[in-house]
């Protein structure tokens, strides 16, 4: 993964160990530079979440590649699965091409967002009554998980919004890797209210280099019913706006 690198007081987080990391603190080294003393800071799971913030802060784009598990009852055999080339550029620009997937009729379909209420739509090959590009609300159930969750609850911008809402509860779990990267994962319970009342908890891992999310995973109890892993991103890359106008369909 091409990926960079936001401040040094970040990149300090890869060195917390599994017994440094509680369930509610992570030890992060800080360096006083003047008198190279060096000592530990108790990071809250907040603390945690507001770096994320900052550094999404300071994405102007990005590309990757997302696969989505969709169980909405938690039945792993059952489950919808996808890939798609992701695009995003602030403000909430995005664009999803589907690369893979069981259901066939996605794949090939390009997607895109600009915020607000609808979703311009490109598939492979027409449907009945839609054609081949139509637009729809963001919030059609044919662009919605099994769960019902809309389009534009799912990426980057609600996902932090989620770990940042007033009423969430978050705790840090043990220290991991994902991919050969290490990561921080944060519990989150009470993201989905309002949203999926059902959802009882929602762990969002974050790269300790990048700090930005790099696997979403919700549960219903113990079952996992959704599943987002982010993997080949490469942040401000300079893409053009018309990146997110869909092509002329023939």
């Known amino acids: 993964m091409n990926l960079k690198k936001i401040s040094v007081s970040l990149i300090t987080l890869v060195s917390c160990s599994l017994t440094a990391c509680s369930n509610n603190q992570i030890l992060q080294p800080t360096i006083d530079q003047g008198n190279?003393?060096?000592?530990?800071?108790?990071?809250?799971?907040?603390?945690?979440?507001?770096?994320?913030?900052?550094?999404?802060?300071?994405l102007n784009d990005f590309t990757a590649t997302v696969a989505v598990t969709d169980a909405k009852d938690g039945n792993q055999s059952t489950?919808?699965?996808?890939?798609?080339?992701?695009?995003?550029?602030?403000?909430?620009?995005?664009?999803?091409?589907?690369?893979?997937?069981?259901?066939?009729?996605?794949?090939?379909?390009?997607?895109?967002?600009?915020?607000?209420?609808?979703v311009d739509i490109l598939l492979a090959k027409p449907i009945f009554i839609l054609g081949r590009r139509f637009t729809l609300d963001v919030g059609d159930k044919k662009i919605a998980t099994s769960r019902g969750l809309a389009f534009n609850q799912l990426?980057?911008?609600s996902m932090?919004?989620?770990?940042n809402k007033s009423g969430a509860v978050l705790s840090i779990l043990p220290t991991s890797t994902l991919r050969g990267r290490n990561i921080i994962k944060i519990s989150g319970k009470g993201t989905f209210?309002?949203?999926d009342s059902g959802i009882t908890e929602?762990?969002?891992?974050?790269?300790?280099?990048?700090?930005?999310?790099?696997?979403?995973?919700?549960?219903?109890?113990?079952?996992?019913?959704?599943?987002?892993?982010?993997?080949?991103?490469?942040i401000n890359v300079g893409l053009k706006d018309d990146v997110f106008v869909l092509p002329d369909s023939k």
């Open 36 to 58: 190279v003393n060096i000592s530990s800071k108790e990071l809250s799971a907040q603390d945690i979440m507001n770096q994320a913030s900052m550094a999404y802060s300071k």
């Open 79 to 118: 489950a919808n699965i996808g890939e798609s080339k992701f695009f995003f550029k602030k403000e909430r620009n995005e664009r999803v091409e589907t690369t893979k997937g069981n259901d066939a009729q996605k794949v090939g379909s390009i997607l895109v967002y600009k915020g607000g209420s609808k």
């Open 155 to 157: 990426d980057l911008t």
């Open 160 to 163: 932090l919004a989620r770990f």
């Open 193 to 195: 209210k309002d949203i």
């Open 202 to 234: 929602e762990i969002l891992s974050l790269d300790s280099e990048t700090m930005l999310p790099v696997q979403d995973e919700s549960f219903v109890q113990s079952k996992s019913v959704l599943k987002i892993n982010v993997s080949d991103l490469k």
